[in-house]
């Protein structure tokens, strides 16, 4: 084992690979007290793509980073990821305060943000290739930041999450927070949702992140109408509507839900799929247009 270890490291050594997650600090505006972590591949691309990556609920950072394959596809690749760690609300995304859900109010989403506006500028990174993604908190949050700061995304991908604005006024967003209505499928009009997302950033009139919305059927903390909620609010916000479904995608369990051509706005229910809603990589790479 001693001799299989040293073969190993000498072998990293040779060939120069030791990335690894590493804490950043100071890196801007942190109201929140929130942590930033990063993984810089050791081949990254001249001017990388960048993901964030957000943990759910009772997660952490650190944790997330092995809860995924995204580090693999980063070798491969040449993106940057961005791991924000929270270590209020229970582990928890702030998705409810005025000023996550407001454009340049600070927040963990404006946490968050500064984390992005750090790696640009270190790595020398392309800010028209920021994406997010995250899974039930980490979801919600993704939808938060997709609509908040739109400026800053170019495409994100929410598992077992919430639409935006879901959450606003409730005292809390965690599963022990006594105002649930949200997370058992609080409904609005399509153009309610959206008027959500365009009160966030009032005059905004650029272009808005593309969307993967990813749900599992027998998702009993996180209702599976919020995945419709959330397709209902892209939908308008992106003005594409309904077009097709397509089962058998990712696999037998799965329905794929197209909206227009498929490249702005999508969603996956699992049948007997709980919470939360595995990660596909390689289609998510793919709509986010850093892989073939």
């Known amino acids: 084992m001693l001799f299989r270890s040293f073969l190993g490291l000498a072998a990293a050594a040779a060939t120069g690979l030791c990335a690894s997650l590493q804490q950043v600090r100071n890196w801007g505006s942190n109201p929140t007290n929130i942590q930033m972590y990063?993984?810089?591949?050791?081949?990254?691309?001249?001017?990388?793509?960048?993901?964030?990556?957000?943990?759910?609920?009772?997660?952490?950072g650190q944790q997330w980073f092995s809860g995924t394959r995204l580090p693999s596809y980063a070798d491969s690749n040449g993106f940057i990821l961005i791991y924000p760690s929270t270590p209020n609300m229970s582990n928890c995304w702030d998705v409810h305060s005025p000023a996550s859900l407001t454009h340049g109010a600070g927040g963990d989403a404006g946490g968050i943000v500064a984390m992005v506006d750090y790696a640009l500028q270190t790595y020398n990174g392309d800010p028209a290739k920021v994406y997010v993604m995250g899974s039930s908190s980490g979801g919600m949050m993704t939808n938060v930041l997709a609509a908040s700061y739109p400026d800053v995304f170019e495409a994100g991908a929410a598992y077992s999450g919430t639409a935006h604005a879901c959450f606003a006024g409730a005292p809390g967003a965690t599963p022990f927070s006594p105002n649930q209505t949200c997370a058992q499928g609080l409904q609005h009009t399509p153009q309610e949702w959206g008027?959500?997302?365009?009160?966030?950033y009032p005059g905004?009139?650029?272009?808005?992140?593309?969307?993967?919305?990813?749900?599992?059927?027998?998702?009993?903390?996180?209702?599976?109408?919020?995945?419709?909620?959330?397709?209902?609010?892209?939908?308008?916000v992106l003005d594409v509507q309904w077009t097709r479904n397509v089962t058998g995608v990712p696999s037998s369990a799965y329905t794929q839900i197209i909206y227009g051509d498929g490249t702005q706005l999508q969603g996956y229910l699992g049948q007997g799929v709980g919470h939360t809603a595995p990660v596909n990589?390689?289609?998510?790479l793919r709509f986010f247009g850093l892989i073939n």
């Not at 990589?281 to 998510?284: F, I, K, V």
Request: hydrophobic residues 40%; proline residues 9%; contains cysteine.
């Open 38 to 60: 990063i993984y810089v591949p050791d081949r990254r691309a001249t001017n990388p793509a960048i993901i964030v990556a957000l943990h759910p609920c009772g997660g952490t």
């Open 195 to 200: 008027n959500f997302v365009r009160n966030s």
């Open 204 to 236: 905004y009139s650029g272009p808005r992140p593309r969307m993967q919305i990813w749900h599992g059927l027998a998702d009993f903390l996180v209702r599976p109408q919020c995945a419709q909620e959330a397709l209902k609010q892209w939908s308008n």
């Open 281 to 284: 990589e390689d289609l998510m």
